[in-house]
T-cell receptor, first 116, second 110 residues
Framework: GAVVSQHPSRVICKSGTSVKIECRSLDFQATTMFWYRQFPKKSLMLMATSNEGSKATYEQGVEKDKFLINHASLTLSTLTVTSAHPEDSSFYIC????????????FGPGTRLLVL | GQQLNQSPQSMFIQEGEDVSMNCTSSSIFNTWLWYKQDPGEGPVLLIALYKAGELTSNGRLTAQFGITRKDSFLNISASIPSDVGIYFCAPLEGNEKLTFGTGTRLTIIP
């Protein structure tokens, strides 16, 4: 069946560096992907909608210059956390809807980011 | 903006007990989804609801779509250890935008 992968699964970086997280749809095309952030014991918060071939749409309060999203192909969206700080440490999950949308949503396994 | 509240925040129950949780929104939705998340993993779909008043079951899970389309309920009967986790309601906006409730953390006391 359809699968969404994320890479890396875990990353530790120093404060001030940038980290890129990849989200791939493995056997289907996704013109739209969604990025979520989840702090410990909290809900998944939608950060942005990644649109293939056009600019991402960011949710209110999410800094677009801090969280750069690129959706260069129909199977890959990347989220880059620029100049990471310890407060950016979180669990980042991507989601890709199936062609039909609705209940069929494919989530990546998540990326745990720790900024020291 | 839309507000989505889920209650209770956490539950501590004994194995075999039934569980009820609910989700309310300030907005109307046409589709409600319920997910379960285990630590360090992505959420897994449990039940999907499409019609106001609809009652749907999936094994020991039963969910209802509120008549007003602003709320939904999830019940788990005869809880077992693998039910431990966080449960999220997630109404679907349009066909793709999915927002998650605040979550209900279920713990089973030995």
């Amino acid at each position: 069946g359809a699968v969404v992968s994320q890479h890396p699964s875990r990353v530790i970086c120093k404060s001030g560096t940038s980290v890129k997280i990849e989200c791939r749809s493995l056997d289907f095309q996704a013109t739209t992907m969604f990025w979520y952030r989840q702090f410990p014991k909290k809900s998944l918060m939608l950060m942005a909608t990644s649109n293939e071939g056009s600019k991402a749409t960011y949710e209110q309060g999410v800094e677009k210059d801090k969280f750069l999203i690129n959706h260069a192909s129909l199977t890959l969206s990347t989220l880059t956390v620029t100049s990471a700080h310890p407060e950016d440490s979180s669990f980042y999950i991507c989601r890709a809807p199936s062609a039909g949308g609705g209940e069929t949503q494919y989530f990546g396994p998540g990326t745990r980011l720790l900024v020291l | 903006g839309q507000q989505l509240n889920q209650s209770p925040q956490s539950m501590f129950i004994q194995e075999g007990e039934d569980v009820s949780m609910n989700c309310t929104s300030s907005s109307i939705f046409n589709t409600w989804l319920w997910y379960k998340q285990d630590p360090g993993e992505g959420p897994v779909l449990l039940i999907a609801l499409y019609k106001a008043g609809e009652l749907t079951s999936n094994g020991r899970l039963t969910a209802q779509f509120g008549i007003t389309r602003k709320d939904s309920f999830l019940n788990i009967s005869a809880s077992i250890p693998s039910d431990v986790g966080i449960y999220f309601c997630a109404p679907l906006e349009g066909n793709e935008k999915l927002t998650f409730g605040t979550g209900t953390r279920l713990t089973i006391i030995p």
